[in-house]
């Protein structure tokens, strides 16, 4: 069974940054497409990045330029560096995980997901 940690929120002021980590365990991580979702008060859980086992990488609009993911498939890790960070970015970010080769920005299409971690971002 496929585990997802999170780690890596916190309160940041406007501008600021913060360094989101996954911690994948259960099954081989090479073989698992990886993503990162957001959630945020009062609105649906939505797309923001995911990562193919072979490192090509998808970004929602919204967070394209400033948002990063990477994965270390030795460390069985996803991160996702934010960078410019906007209130609106204020969420639980999710890590997500699903065994295919093909990218998705669907959530539908992740089996496997992790607890959140809270972002806030102040004005």
């Known amino acids: 069974q496929v585990q997802l940690v999170e780690s890596g929120g916190g309160l940041v002021q406007a501008g600021g940054s913060l360094r989101l980590s996954c911690a994948f365990s259960?099954?081989?991580?090479?073989?698992?497409?990886m993503g990162w979702f957001r959630q945020a008060p009062g609105k649906e859980r939505g797309f923001v990045s995911t990562?193919?086992?072979?490192?090509?990488?998808y970004y929602a609009d919204s967070v394209k330029g400033r948002f990063t993911i990477s994965r270390d498939n030795a460390k069985n890790m996803v991160y996702l560096q934010m960078n410019s960070l906007k209130p609106e970015d204020t969420a639980v970010y999710y890590c997500?995980?699903?065994?295919?080769?093909?990218?998705?920005?669907?959530?539908?299409?992740?089996?496997?997901w992790g607890q959140g971690t809270q972002v806030t971002v102040s004005s």
């Open positions: 259960g099954r081989t991580f090479s073989n698992y497409r």
């Open positions: 990562i193919s086992w072979s490192g090509r990488t």
């Open positions: 997500a995980a699903d065994q295919s080769f093909s990218d998705s920005d669907d959530g539908t299409q992740y089996a496997y």
